[in-house]
């Protein structure tokens, strides 16, 4: 059977993660899951070439890691170490669906080459995480690493505000002669007098929406990682001045805190969600053009917030006489609309790709990585305390995902990071659900 290289990390900063039993101290980490954390921020500029196709390392990557997940899964069958978890069956369904529906506007070769690359970047980084994570802290160290390469690269934003160019991404390009953002490219580049950082990656969005999830993920972090960590995420998040990362941060944030404050409150979830509905309810009853009420209070910019609304009226429509298969990858929509080629938002711009049963499946892959409930202070679950909080944080990440989703597009280095937590998350899930281990010691 194929069972990835591991190697032993222990962070030099923190205590072990827990009361391991035996004795234990250091938690075993798949050497491919720490290569995963760490290439998908290396930039496109990095890529290079066969043939016509780019490739970047974590596609490349990917593509050496996807045939050992069948055999990894039949292993974990064999030992009983496997336990169902909803996205597990969701996360293949939608890959197959990204193939099947532009298959059907553009024909099947076409959807192999353009699809098949969204299709890998979607279901590997899950499968990986889902897969080869097994044990109690591994999840916990994986995210460690996830949250020093975000403030990492939140921090080298710096270089891209202070020369007011994209540093990183322009200097590896001229060595590797791929530029994959160039000066006069169709992002909006200046907050005022600063020039938004991309750091090393795609749009200052994306270093905006990855920073915000490491600033998330920083809170279930300990010592130096958590102070570095949340400096690091913030300041990226400053650099990238997107109004769709602060507000999921906001949001993020909020619940956090609620969770903390109302801990001993009974039915504070049944009250939080009423409360929500309601807000919806008068959000979409009293404004007589809900959908610009919301875009129009989500942005810095009020211009760029009905822009999106231009894009969902008349991307929209098109969706709609193609409501199953989508309208495929072409970019004649833009012409017709009188738009620029890029969609700025992930329900849309999926439904576009994929139709809707495609946006739908992706909905619930993100739901179904989070449908094993876990709480805090539920010390009945087979996690450690900083488990079981990290569970909870990665849960409220997804959800805010999927809300700011309707104004933010996800690609690239951050496609890959959100299937990537979501598999770290439904790990836990599965994990909680075991039988409660007799060595677990909470450690806080």
Not at 189 to 200: D, H, Q
Request: hydrophobic share 50%; net charge negative.
């Amino acid at each position: 059977m194929v069972e990835a290289p591991s190697s032993e990390f222990r962070s030099p900063v923190e205590e072990p993660l827990d009361s391991a039993p035996h004795g234990a101290t250091s938690v075993r980490l798949p050497f491919v899951l720490i290569l995963i954390a760490v290439t998908m921020f290396i930039p496109e500029e990095a890529s290079f070439f066969f043939g016509e196709r780019r490739m970047t390392v974590v596609r490349l990557l990917f593509l050496l890691i996807a045939p050992a997940l069948p055999f990894r899964f039949i292993q974990l069958l064999i030992q009983g170490k496997y336990r169902f978890i909803w996205s597990d069956a969701l996360v293949p369904l939608t890959g197959l669906w990204m193939l099947i529906a532009p298959s059907v506007i553009d024909g099947f070769d076409h959807s192999v080459v353009s699809s098949g690359v969204a299709a890998l970047e979607f279901c590997v980084p899950y499968l990986a995480a889902r897969l080869f994570l097994s044990e109690r802290g591994q999840a916990v160290a994986l995210v460690r690493i996830l949250c020093i390469a975000i403030a990492t690269v939140g921090i080298l934003g710096i270089l891209d505000t202070v020369s007011r160019r994209a540093f990183l991404k322009e200097t590896i390009g001229k060595i590797t002669g791929y530029v994959g953002i160039a000066e006069g490219d169709d992002y909006d580049n200046m907050r005022g007098f600063l020039f938004r950082a991309l750091s090393t990656l795609e749009h200052p969005i994306l270093l905006g929406t990855a920073c915000f999830y490491g600033l998330l993920m920083a809170t279930t972090m300990r010592g130096m990682t958590r102070l570095y960590a949340i400096g690091g995420s913030a300041l990226g998040m400053v650099l990238a001045a997107s109004s769709a990362p602060i507000l999921g941060a906001s949001i993020g944030f909020g619940v956090v805190i609620y969770e903390k404050i109302t801990r001993n409150v009974p039915f504070r979830w049944t009250a939080a969600t009423i409360a929500a509905l309601i807000a919806l309810t008068l959000i979409v009853t009293i404004p007589s053009d809900p959908m610009g009420f919301l875009i129009g209070h989500l942005t810095f910019d009020a211009q760029t917030g009905w822009y999106r609304l231009l894009q969902w009226d008349c991307a929209g429509a098109l969706v709609k006489a193609s409501p199953i298969f989508g309208i495929g990858d072409s970019d004649e929509w833009a012409a017709t609309c009188g738009l620029a080629k890029t969609i700025d938002s992930v329900w849309l711009r999926t439904s576009m790709l994929y139709g809707i049963p495609g946006s739908v499946l992706i909905f619930l892959c993100y739901v179904g990585a989070s449908s094993v409930p876990v709480g805090i202070e539920d010390t009945d679950l087979n996690l450690t305390r900083q488990e079981r909080r990290l569970s909870f944080t990665l849960s409220v990440l997804l959800g805010v995902a999927i809300f700011i989703g309707f104004t933010v597009f996800y690609w690239g280095t951050v496609y890959v990071l959100t299937m990537f937590l979501a598999g770290i998350r439904a790990h836990l899930g599965a994990l909680a659900a075991e039988p409660r281990d007799p060595w677990i010691e909470d450690d806080e």
